[in-house]
Nanobody
Framework: QLQLVESGGGLVQPGGSLRLSCAAS????????IGWFRQAPGKEREGVSC????????YYADSVKGRFTISRDNAKNTVYLQMNSLKPEDAAVYYC??????????????????????????WGKGTLVTVSS
């Protein structure tokens, strides 16, 4: 079965850390641009961080720069999102997505070109991050 599965979410206090994982099954991630998105209740989906398939270039939303790090381990067929110094406003459901043909900019900044009707190849079902004391 071809799928992405996120894990690593949970409850953390402000200032704490979590590492999210996005594991692929049925296909290899190394040829895909991978993006992490989040959506909080009542808010639009936001592209948090993306990583290219070719040169390892990355994108971070301004809201997470300096606190989050995206990385990929092709041997484990997994992409990670290390989240440090978490804030209450980081609380959301975090999703990963993969696509072979999109650019990092189009995936993260332009929400995967969803406004143009483009559908990313794969989406995970999400993992919940709660930041609260």
């Amino acid at each position: 079965q071809l799928q992405l599965v996120e894990s690593g979410g949970g409850l953390v206090q402000p200032g704490g850390s979590l590492r999210l994982s996005c594991a692929a099954s049925g296909f290899t991630l190394d040829a895909y641009v991978i993006g992490w998105f989040r959506q909080a209740p009542g808010k639009e989906r936001e592209g948090v961080s993306c990583i290219s398939s070719s040169d390892g270039s990355t994108y971070y939303a301004d809201s997470v720069k300096g606190r989050f790090t995206i990385s990929r381990d092709n041997a484990k067929n997994t992409v990670y999102l290390q989240m440090n110094s978490l804030k209450p406003e980081d609380a959301a459901v975090y999703y990963c997505a993969a696509d072979r043909f999109i650019t990092v900019e189009a995936m993260c900044v332009r929400d995967g070109l969803s406004n143009l009707g483009y559908g990313l190849d794969y989406w995970g079902k999400g993992t919940l991050v709660t930041v609260s004391s």
